[in-house]
C-alpha cells in the first residue's frame, strides 16, 4: 500500500511520539492532501504503546501506519524512518 495515497473513507492510524519528526512529517503530508487520520500518543500513554506493539511485533518505530485495522509499515519517507 502507498502510504503517501491513502483512498478516502479509508481509517488511518498513527501511532506517534509527539516530538518525532517523522511523525510530524507523516501528519503534515496528510493535513496537506486533506485525509483524515487518528493520532495515538504512544510514547506517553501506555495502553497505546501496548496497541503499537500489538501491531508492530515489538518494533518501537514510530509512525506506525494503521490502514483499516491492519498494520502497513513503522517509519515514514523513502526508505521509511523513524
Known sequence: ???????????LELY???ACPYCKAAMAHYDAAG????VHD??????????????????P?????VVDGKYVQSGWGHPPEG
Do not use: C, H, L, W
Open 1 to 11: 500500500m502507498d502510504v503517501e495515497r491513502i483512498p478516502a473513507g479509508t481509517k
Open 16 to 18: 506517534i511520539s509527539p
Open 35 to 38: 485525509t483524515k487520520y487518528i
Open 42 to 59: 504512544a510514547q506517553n500513554d501506555m495502553a497505546e504503546r501496548k496497541k503499537m506493539f500489538s501491531y508492530t511485533g515489538g518494533d
Open 61 to 65: 518505530t514510530v509512525p506506525t501506519i
